[in-house]
């Protein structure tokens, strides 16, 4: 079997399991752990991005960060703008355009941080 068939296999499973798909494959032996960690296979995924502008594209295919927390210290996925999924095939959980609580997990760490929120109106 040649990397490249491999590799389409193996993309197969993140597309069904998600983001988790990930750390399992890459602890299944070296061989997957190191397709898996190519940036070109990490970048795959998700979204059909062919279906999109390139514009389209610049602007939102971004990667999420891993993030610690300013209040909790808790690691948690930092989204920039753009949309948010959990790696699964067709599954998006939403779209982003601005960052409420930036640095933060969730509105609870970002309000007993002492900051006030008030949604953003438009
Ligand atoms: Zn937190």
Do not use: Q
């Not at 197969?12 to 494959?25: C, P, T």
């Not at 070296?30 to 062919?50: I, M, P, Q, T």
């Not at 601005?98 to 109106?121: L, M, Q, R, T, V």
């Amino acid at each position: 079997m040649t990397p490249e068939i491999l590799r389409n296999i193996l993309m197969d499973v993140v597309k069904e399991d998600g983001d988790v798909a990930f750390f399992r494959l890459s602890l299944t032996c070296r061989l997957f752990h190191d397709l898996v960690s190519e940036a070109s296979f990490r970048k795959k995924g998700v979204v059909n991005w062919s279906a999109y502008s390139s514009n389209h594209k610049e602007m939102y295919r971004v990667p999420y960060k891993l993030t610690n927390c300013l209040w909790c210290g808790d690691l948690f996925k930092d989204f920039p703008p753009g949309y948010i999924g959990d790696g699964k095939k067709a599954i998006l959980h939403g779209f982003s355009v601005i960052k409420e609580f930036e640095g933060y997990c969730s509105a609870d760490c970002f309000i007993c941080d002492g900051n006030h929120y008030s949604p953003k109106e438009n």
